[in-house]
């Protein structure tokens, strides 16, 4: 006999789970009981948002579901933030969430939620255990939900009682594998298809890539001459100094990208949902009229035709395709095409100058050059994360770990679960000001757990991408966008971290080279000038365009 916490703490290492993330509550006392002497690591963390970030980011790495824990009411709320990342990103992800006892539902008892209804539209599935001895039937079935079709998160709900209860039950299994099918067929008329275009484009993106697709996609690419472009931030799907790189279709991508998937007569879409980042609002491709052949792969059938109309829809695992495309014979009629569109790549790389004694473009060419090619970047949402996108180049797959929803505060959490899944690797946390203070109370769980992450704070005083909406359309009304900064360096020193503050950029490298040499969590922080709003042009900039617009 063995209470629902051991129960289902053993089925969690059955599903091969070394390691959860948590923030403590007294509802789910009987799990972290059973976690005591589990084998499995307990990351505790100092807020609910950041344990489910640190979850999610596991997922994105290893292609498992990673696991949080989060306490009933005010814990699932704090959560929410990670799952709906999830969510969007198509990262497997299970949340387990603290329950009341099932005998005072629907009481408004002390923090009681329907979680059914709290996550039905965030989660693919969201559901309650009510009786101890199916916990091994829950969590095996999570487990394949959060791994079938289109990956995404899973929310369980665990009454406390029904955890504290005591049950003799069998344990469950392994999750069973899916082995993919692709047909000889369907792969001929891929092919047949994009032969028959004049200028193609493939875009490769979704989530579960690991690096033979990232080898497969290669292959592919220079078999058949084709340029290959990427979703927004999946920008480690191909070695970006691949002579087929083209560059990401995402927020601030380069305009020449963005007019050839329009000139485009043929999209090859591997893996990825063709959403609003990746077509400009939906005005690069008209939904209606999109003026050019739709192939798009992907692996749930609800996907296919849900925006844009596809051609032909194939439901499959994108990698599988890849390797099968890579092995067929190819016309190489596109070199022209293609070689254009890498020189209109390469020509956005080059650094454009922008005010301050502190340049992010001149930092991020810095780190893209001298980083190990293993290292984890990682970053949330904000205009400094344009600056990435644009001058870091990404040679290996599974070193990108950046939220396609656009969460503010998601890099910090994700840098240190990826530190701790491999500490050997550098990671760097690359955070704005406004996104780093969303979650760098993390800062603490990273000391306290060894996660040795950099963070470097791009510090402009301002919420820079609203800053810059702002002034695009209410010109010179700043409102809600100023920010008052801690000393960030000062701020590390205090969690026991490593802290410098960097005022002039050539003064970067040796802080790097310190931060890394302390063997502790570090921040850079960064000063920069306020009027280096974005990639391409100066706050002064976008308020004249602003006023000129009026």
Not at 23 to 43: K, M, Q
Not at 259 to 281: H, K, N, Q, W, Y
Not at 326 to 348: G, I, Q, V
Not at 533 to 547: C, F, Q
Request: net charge neutral; charged share 20%.
């Amino acid at each position: 006999m063995r209470h629902g916490g051991r129960i289902l703490v053993d089925q969690l290492a059955i599903q091969g789970v070394e390691r959860v993330f948590s923030v403590p509550g007294e509802s789910f006392l009987a799990v972290l009981d059973g976690l005591h002497d589990s084998g499995i690591g307990n990351v505790v963390c100092r807020h609910e948002g950041g344990a489910a970030m640190m979850a999610e980011a596991t997922g994105k790495l290893t292609g498992r579901p990673g696991v949080a824990f989060v306490t009933r009411g005010p814990g699932a709320a704090n959560a929410a933030a990670g799952v709906h990342v999830a969510r969007q990103d198509s990262t497997p992800m299970i949340l387990f969430v603290g329950q009341i006892a099932r005998a005072d539902r629907d009481r408004e008892a002390f923090q009681e939620v329907d979680y059914r209804q709290m996550f039905g539209g965030l989660a693919k599935w969201a559901a309650e255990i009510d009786d101890t001895a199916r916990i091994p039937e829950y969590v095996s079935r999570a487990f394949h939900v959060a791994l079938s079709g289109r990956p995404g998160p899973v929310v369980l709900a665990l009454p406390e009682d029904m955890l504290s209860a005591r049950a003799e039950v069998a344990d469950g299994l392994a999750r069973a594998p899916v082995p993919p099918t692709v047909s000889a067929a369907e792969v001929a008329a891929l092919a047949d298809a994009l032969g028959r275009s004049e200028r193609p484009l493939v875009v490769a993106g979704g989530s579960l890539w690991s690096a033979g697709a990232a080898t497969d996609l290669a292959r592919f690419a220079e078999a058949w001459g084709l340029p290959v472009a990427v979703p927004f931030r999946r920008q480690d799907h191909l070695d970006n100094r691949h002579p087929c790189y083209a560059g990401d279709l995402g927020v601030g991508m380069n305009p020449a990208l963005g007019r050839r998937l329009r000139e485009a007569d043929c999209l090859l879409v591997l893996g990825a949902r063709i959403g609003d980042t990746m077509t400009g609002g939906y005005t690069l491709i008209d939904p209606a009229a999109p003026g050019k052949t739709i192939l798009h792969v992907y692996p749930d059938a609800s996907e296919l035709g849900r925006v844009y109309r596809p051609d032909l829809g194939i439901v499959a695992p994108a990698a599988e395709i890849v390797a099968a495309l890579a092995d067929h014979p190819a016309p190489r009629r596109w070199e022209d095409w293609t070689r254009a569109a890498r020189a209109e790549y390469e020509a956005w790389q080059r650094p454009k100058d922008t005010p301050g004694t502190v340049q992010m473009e001149r930092i991020v060419a810095w780190l893209s050059e001298h980083l190990p090619e293993d290292a984890v970047v990682t970053n949330g949402a904000g205009n400094y994360a344009a600056f990435l996108h644009r001058y870091f180049r990404f040679k290996r797959r599974g070193t990108q770990l950046a939220p396609t929803s656009g969460s503010m505060g998601y890099g910090f959490p994700a840098a240190i679960a990826a530190k701790l899944d491999d500490p050997r690797r550098t990671v760097v946390c690359l955070a704005g000001d406004g996104c780093f203070q969303m979650t760098l109370n993390e800062m603490s769980t990273a000391a306290q757990h060894g996660a040795a992450v950099v963070t470097v704070v791009a510090n402009n005083g301002q919420y820079g991408t609203i800053r810059m909406h702002q002034e695009r359309h209410y010109p010179g009304r700043v409102s809600g966008t100023a920010l008052a900064n801690p000393d960030f360096a000062a701020l590390a020193r205090a969690y026991g971290g490593h802290g410098e503050t960097v005022a002039r950029t050539e003064e970067f490298p040796g802080a790097f080279a310190r931060a890394l040499a302390a063997g502790v969590p570090a921040v850079i922080e960064l000063r920069l000038d306020p009027e280096a709003l974005s990639t391409g042009m100066t706050l002064a900039e976008t308020r004249a365009a602003g006023m000129a617009g009026r």
